[in-house]
């Protein structure tokens, strides 16, 4: 239950001026989470050796939050045997939206006998949507545990710094 609570904290921390952030979450019903003293964390979606989504200052504000709400609650990173495995992967998808206008200029309606003009005009975009799941797995089995994913719409600043 301490890792759910953490991981649920540090979300807020992370995306707590975000309105627009949609979150999943999803846990096995029969785990006792106060079982659980160590923790290691582990990121996926790597590219050669380097995350594709997060970038390095992300990843260590990511580890810094992440550690210290684990430890102040009694749990410590242990690398070699620990309790709960802590996966993070970050990835991107692209939505594509459409948005159409219709104007209408003449006299008395478009259905008028006195003419007019109607115009339909249909515009294609591309939304990037970043995502962070983070799952806590039995180290051993390698079993799900609990996965929360969070959703947000890129901005076009985060879009640009994406693309640098």
Not at 2 to 9: G, T
Not at 122 to 129: F, G, S
């Given at each position: 239950?301490?890792?759910?609570?953490?991981?649920?904290?540090s979300f807020m921390l992370l995306f707590g001026s975000c309105s627009s952030v949609k979150m999943y979450s999803d846990q096995?019903?029969?785990?006792?989470?106060?079982?659980?003293?160590?923790?290691?964390?582990?990121?996926?979606?790597?590219?050669?050796?380097?995350?594709?989504?997060?970038?390095?200052?992300?990843?260590?504000?990511?580890?810094?939050?992440?550690?210290?709400?684990?430890?102040?609650?009694?749990?410590?990173?242990?690398?070699?045997?620990?309790?709960?495995?802590?996966?993070?992967?970050?990835?991107?998808?692209?939505?594509?939206?459409?948005?159409?206008?219709?104007?209408?200029?003449?006299?008395?309606?478009?259905?008028?006998?006195?003419?007019?003009?109607?115009?339909?005009?249909?515009?294609?975009?591309?939304?990037?949507?970043?995502?962070?799941?983070?799952?806590?797995?039995?180290?051993?089995?390698?079993?799900?545990?609990w996965y929360t994913t969070v959703e947000k719409e890129l901005s076009r600043e985060e879009r640009i710094l994406r693309k640098?």
């Open positions: 239950m301490k890792s759910k609570i953490v991981i649920l904290i096995k019903a029969d785990v006792d989470y106060s079982e659980f003293n160590s923790y290691q964390i582990e990121y996926e979606n790597n590219i050669g050796g380097v995350n594709q989504y997060m970038n390095e200052l992300n990843k260590n504000r990511f580890d810094n939050s992440l550690n210290n709400l684990l430890t102040s609650r009694g749990m410590t990173n242990s690398t070699t045997d620990p309790d709960i495995l802590i996966k993070v992967v970050t990835d991107m998808s692209t939505q594509t939206n459409y948005n159409t206008t219709h104007s209408n200029f003449g006299m008395m309606g478009r259905r008028s006998i006195y003419g007019g003009r109607i115009s339909s005009d249909t515009r294609e975009y591309d939304t990037n949507i970043g995502h962070i799941t983070i799952s806590l797995h039995d180290p051993q089995s390698k079993e799900l545990l640098k």
